[in-house]
């Protein structure tokens, strides 16, 4: 079974640009969830979806956001791009949204905001 | 609310010497403790998990933790490790209830040497 992809793998933006991230999940999977990777503030989760709705959300600003699609997959958005909003940022997808379900990451996008 | 400590940010051990990394946590429910290994440039890999069943977790390559409620820990172990093993190492607390979103400890980076 194929493990979670995310497209693309870097980017390179400057600020105030936006741009758009796209996970896909393990088939079957039908819960993603994004995290934001930076040395200093660590894996921080952003928004969990699943069943096409937004389940949870982080602490981060209404310039992040996202959407998951009838066939799972899930986009995020970053608008108004910031210096700080370079990361790693990961997708992660699981059968349901369960305190006991594993899940399983991809690969990450690494955006560098110049 | 749900949180991890690890207690070593940098562990340095000898090829074929045990491996302890030590991982805390804190919780209101009764808690999904997981492992997470990441390799230089890659994706997160869960290297095991606990779920309330049994309190030793065997997981892969070798790696087990045990589930100490008493002292609030789930420290991973290695009875040798292996070059191989050199990684950045996560514990994780589920946020539990409905949610299903992780909560990273700030990783623990494991050096291996000859």
Known sequence: KAGVTQTPRYLIKTRGQQVTLSCSPISGHRSVSWYQQTPGQGLQFLFEYFSETQRNKGNFPGRFSGRQFSNSRSEMNVSTLELGDSALYLCASSLAISAQETQYFGPGTRLLVL | ?114
């Open chain 2, 1 to 114: 609310a749900q949180s991890v400590t690890q207690l070593d940010s940098h562990v340095s051990v000898s090829e074929g010497t045990p491996v302890l990394l030590r991982c805390n946590y804190s919780s209101s429910y009764s808690p999904s403790l997981f492992w997470y290994v990441q390799h230089p440039n890659k994706g997160l890999q869960l290297l095991l998990k606990y779920t309330s069943a049994a309190t030793l977790v065997k997981g892969i390559n070798g790696f087990e933790a045990e589930f100490k409620k008493s002292e609030t820990s789930f420290h991973l172990t290695k009875p040798s490790a292996h070059m191989s093993d050199a990684a950045e190492y996560f514990c994780v607390v589920s946020h539990g209830g409905s949610q299903g979103n992780l909560i990273f400890g700030k990783g623990t980076k494991l050096s291996v040497k000859p």
